[in-house]
Protein backbone atom coordinates (compact mmCIF):
# COMPACT_ATOMS: atom_id res chain seq x y z
CA UNK A 1 0.00 0.00 0.00
CA UNK A 2 0.90 3.18 -0.84
CA UNK A 3 0.70 6.14 1.19
CA UNK A 4 0.08 9.57 -0.85
CA UNK A 5 0.13 13.09 1.47
CA UNK A 6 -2.91 14.85 0.66
CA UNK A 7 -3.74 18.15 2.04
CA UNK A 8 -6.44 20.45 0.98
CA UNK A 9 -10.00 18.90 1.42
CA UNK A 10 -10.66 18.67 -2.48
CA UNK A 11 -7.53 17.21 -3.19
CA UNK A 12 -8.38 14.17 -0.61
CA UNK A 13 -12.10 13.99 -1.62
CA UNK A 14 -10.39 13.34 -5.33
CA UNK A 15 -8.08 10.64 -3.33
CA UNK A 16 -10.09 8.66 -1.72
CA UNK A 17 -13.23 8.76 -4.62
CA UNK A 18 -10.80 7.18 -6.55
CA UNK A 19 -9.61 4.54 -3.97
CA UNK A 20 -13.41 3.67 -3.11
CA UNK A 21 -14.18 3.14 -6.57
CA UNK A 22 -11.25 0.99 -7.82
CA UNK A 23 -11.92 -1.20 -4.19
CA UNK A 24 -15.49 -1.24 -4.90
CA UNK A 25 -15.68 -1.52 -8.77
CA UNK A 26 -12.65 -2.67 -10.71
CA UNK A 27 -11.06 -5.13 -7.97
CA UNK A 28 -12.13 -8.64 -7.74
CA UNK A 29 -12.00 -9.69 -4.30
CA UNK A 30 -10.59 -13.35 -3.35
CA UNK A 31 -13.78 -13.72 -0.97
CA UNK A 32 -15.97 -13.23 -3.93
CA UNK A 33 -15.68 -15.94 -5.87
CA UNK A 34 -17.67 -18.68 -7.65
CA UNK A 35 -16.26 -21.73 -9.96
CA UNK A 36 -12.64 -19.99 -9.93
CA UNK A 37 -14.11 -16.65 -10.89
CA UNK A 38 -13.38 -13.64 -8.82
CA UNK A 39 -15.98 -10.47 -8.95
CA UNK A 40 -16.02 -7.28 -7.46
CA UNK A 41 -18.08 -5.89 -4.54
CA UNK A 42 -20.06 -3.54 -6.50
CA UNK A 43 -20.47 -7.04 -8.71
CA UNK A 44 -22.04 -8.88 -5.77
CA UNK A 45 -23.97 -5.67 -4.17
CA UNK A 46 -25.94 -5.49 -7.32
CA UNK A 47 -26.41 -9.27 -7.56
CA UNK A 48 -24.46 -8.94 -10.71
CA UNK A 49 -22.40 -11.98 -10.48
CA UNK A 50 -24.67 -14.44 -12.47
CA UNK A 51 -24.95 -12.49 -15.69
CA UNK A 52 -20.67 -11.39 -15.22
CA UNK A 53 -19.58 -14.90 -15.00
CA UNK A 54 -22.79 -15.79 -18.06
CA UNK A 55 -21.23 -12.86 -20.26
CA UNK A 56 -17.46 -13.97 -19.71
CA UNK A 57 -18.62 -17.36 -20.32
CA UNK A 58 -19.50 -16.79 -23.83
CA UNK A 59 -16.68 -14.48 -24.23
CA UNK A 60 -14.47 -17.35 -23.63
CA UNK A 61 -16.49 -19.87 -25.66
CA UNK A 62 -17.20 -17.50 -28.87
CA UNK A 63 -13.15 -16.41 -28.70
CA UNK A 64 -12.07 -19.82 -28.69
CA UNK A 65 -14.36 -20.52 -31.65
CA UNK A 66 -13.32 -17.77 -33.81
CA UNK A 67 -9.47 -18.81 -33.02
CA UNK A 68 -10.56 -22.11 -34.37
CA UNK A 69 -10.81 -20.66 -37.89
CA UNK A 70 -8.42 -17.66 -37.80
CA UNK A 71 -5.62 -18.83 -35.14
CA UNK A 72 -3.43 -15.60 -36.09
CA UNK A 73 -6.07 -13.41 -34.91
CA UNK A 74 -7.37 -11.99 -31.84
CA UNK A 75 -10.59 -10.39 -30.95
CA UNK A 76 -10.60 -7.81 -28.78
CA UNK A 77 -14.44 -8.55 -26.67
CA UNK A 78 -16.16 -6.00 -25.36
CA UNK A 79 -19.18 -6.60 -22.94
CA UNK A 80 -20.76 -4.17 -19.96
CA UNK A 81 -23.22 -6.00 -17.85
CA UNK A 82 -25.82 -4.35 -15.40
CA UNK A 83 -28.97 -3.62 -14.90
CA UNK A 84 -31.68 -1.15 -15.85
CA UNK A 85 -34.20 -1.23 -13.41
CA UNK A 86 -34.44 -4.46 -12.02
CA UNK A 87 -33.88 -5.62 -15.40
CA UNK A 88 -30.56 -7.53 -16.26
CA UNK A 89 -29.01 -6.29 -19.37
CA UNK A 90 -25.94 -7.17 -21.42
CA UNK A 91 -24.30 -5.01 -23.89
CA UNK A 92 -21.38 -6.76 -26.07
CA UNK A 93 -19.60 -5.63 -28.47
CA UNK A 94 -18.56 -7.67 -31.42
CA UNK A 95 -17.47 -7.75 -34.94
CA UNK A 96 -18.21 -4.03 -35.00
CA UNK A 97 -21.78 -4.31 -33.90
CA UNK A 98 -23.16 -3.58 -30.29
CA UNK A 99 -25.85 -5.59 -29.41
CA UNK A 100 -28.11 -5.03 -25.64
CA UNK A 101 -30.26 -7.71 -24.79
CA UNK A 102 -32.00 -9.02 -21.07
CA UNK A 103 -30.76 -11.25 -19.71
CA UNK A 104 -33.40 -13.89 -18.21
CA UNK A 105 -32.40 -14.91 -14.81
Known sequence: ???IPISPFEHAKRHISGYINKYNYQRPHGSLSENG????????YFGC????????S????????????NPLSMPAPVYLVGKIGRKDILIRGREGDITICSIGR
Open 49 to 56: EKMVSKAV
Open 1 to 3: MSE
Open 37 to 44: RKFTPADK
Open 58 to 69: EGIKETEEFLKE
